[in-house]
């Protein structure tokens, strides 16, 4: 599987976990010392999805097109 399809992967499933943990937001808690912080965890899975973009948008092919004029 291509490096591209791998990361279109990994941002639409992301994208799924967003759309469940924000459809049903559950409160922070802490149990036995460790804290869960749905927050955090939202702000994670967005930063996964921004770097999946900025990957993508490294492979997309640019093209740049100029004029010279002498």
């Given amino acids: 599987?291509?490096?591209e399809d791998v990361l279109k992967l990994i941002r639409s499933q992301t994208l799924a976990i967003i759309q469940q943990v924000t459809a049903q937001p559950k409160p922070s808690y802490e149990?036995?010392?460790q804290r869960?912080?749905?927050s955090e965890y939202l702000g994670r899975l967005t930063a996964?999805?921004?770097?999946c973009n900025a990957q993508l948008?490294?492979?997309t092919p640019?093209?740049?097109r100029s004029c010279g004029k002498t």
Wanted: glycine share 6%; hydrophobic share 40%; aromatic share 10%.
């Fill in 31 to 33: 149990l036995d010392g």
């Fill in 57 to 59: 948008a490294r492979e």
């Fill in 1 to 3: 599987m291509p490096d």
């Fill in 36 to 38: 869960v912080s749905w």
């Fill in 62 to 64: 640019c093209e740049r």
């Fill in 48 to 51: 996964v999805v921004e770097w």
